[in-house]
């Protein structure tokens, strides 16, 4: 034994591409906002705008920054103007080729987000009576009729809507959701005018069989596959499985949290979305290019988790995190 150590092996995964899988996908960081609005220990804006900024040094292009709704349903983001305020002041907000949306529930919502300069909104409504109910105190069709008239203001204006789709896979209280019901709300998603829209696995029960179905079924209601993006909560630890079958499916765009923040609060026992380092584990490991900084990604989960008080949920993250510390020591 000469006492060497041997070189460390490389970390980042080896990359093995398929055919058949997209050269480069979108991925949209909603760590600002779903990862955010239920944690209960309040985070200052000015750590919230250093979030940002650090996700859009990572190599981030698509960003969810935060929702303009009602205070009183999610204090966490109650903060939405003066954060993007602070984004704005530096050029942050508006940058080019970084896009930033803002969820906007109704007409009040989306002129504050107007106001303080939003330039991509989502609107956001149930395949469920019971959470539309939770979520937005009304009816599916109550939700759509809400959203209507907010993305008919953001039309008239040049702003593009991403159409949020909730409880596509599974709802809390009502058990299994028809895969009919998730089609014709999406229909009616892109009947007003969304320019593309996210299912979401709110609860993260996903299977991928189930994801084909529920594409199958929104494809066959009018939606071209460039306009759908996915949006899987980990509950069941299924998120990536059905990442990987929307990806054959020919879904390029895919919603992911940094660390794997987020739950909905209005969604009991859903756990946080899809960890964006597990994410770019996988894709970058299939060759797909995602233009983000795996490295700096992890740093960025880490550094807010002392604000937050917990680990990220990532096993990616914890995983990097280990082997750093066994190679510095
Ligand atoms: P409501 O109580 O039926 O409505 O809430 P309201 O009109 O009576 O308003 C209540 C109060 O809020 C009033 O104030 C309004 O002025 C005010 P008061 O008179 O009592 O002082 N208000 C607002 N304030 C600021 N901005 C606004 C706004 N609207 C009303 N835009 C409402 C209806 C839609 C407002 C409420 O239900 C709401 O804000 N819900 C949002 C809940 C939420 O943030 N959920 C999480 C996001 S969705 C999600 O996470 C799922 C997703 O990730 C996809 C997935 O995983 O499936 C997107
Ligand atoms: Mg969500």
Redesign the pocket.
Same mark, same amino acid.
């Given at each position: 034994m000469t006492g060497r150590a041997a070189p460390a092996p490389r970390v980042l995964p080896d990359p093995h591409p398929h055919t058949g899988l997209p050269v480069r996908v979108r991925v949209h960081e909603?760590g600002p906002r779903?990862g955010l609005?239920a944690e209960s220990t309040r985070i200052p804006v000015e750590v919230k705008a250093e979030f940002c900024r650090r996700l859009l040094a990572a190599g981030v292009t698509s960003l969810e920054v935060t929702?303009?709704?009602?205070?009183?349903?999610?204090p966490q983001l109650a903060d939405a103007a003066e954060l993007m305020a602070d984004l704005a002041a530096d050029g942050t907000l508006g940058r080019r080729g970084v896009r930033s949306v803002v969820?906007?529930?109704?007409l009040?919502?989306f002129e504050?987000a107007v106001s303080a300069g939003a330039r991509e909104i989502a609107v956001?409504v149930s395949a469920t009576e019971t959470f539309a109910h939770r979520?937005?105190?009304?009816t599916v069709a109550g939700a759509v009729a809400a959203a209507a008239p907010v993305v008919a203001a953001a039309a008239a204006t040049g702003i593009p809507v991403r159409g *949020?789709l909730?409880?596509c896979f599974g709802d809390p209280w009502e058990g299994r959701v028809a895969v009919a019901d998730v089609a014709s709300v999406a229909r009616r998603l892109l009947d007003i005018g969304c320019t593309t829209l996210?299912l979401?696995d709110?609860i993260g029960v996903a299977t991928p069989g189930h994801v084909l179905e529920v594409l199958d079924a929104v494809r066959a209601a009018g939606a071209r596959a460039d306009q759908l993006a996915v949006?899987f909560?980990d509950t069941y630890g299924q998120a990536l499985a059905n990442v990987y079958a929307a990806l054959r499916y020919g879904i390029t765009e895919f919603d992911s949290s940094a660390g794997g923040l987020g739950r909905?609060? *209005?969604a009991a026992g859903a756990t946080g979305n899809l960890a964006t380092e597990d994410l770019l584990w996988m894709l970058h490991g299939l060759g797909i290019e995602t233009g983000i900084d795996l490295d700096a990604l992890v740093d960025t989960s880490r550094w807010l988790a002392g604000y937050i008080g917990h680990p990220p949920a990532s096993p990616t993250v914890a995983a990097l995190t280990a082997r750093r510390a066994a190679e510095v020591g």
């Open positions: 909603v779903d609005q929702s303009f709704v009602s205070p009183k349903w999610t969820l906007t529930p109704n009040r919502g504050r956001f979520n937005l105190n009304t *949020y909730s409880m996210s979401g709110t949006h909560h909905c609060p *209005y």
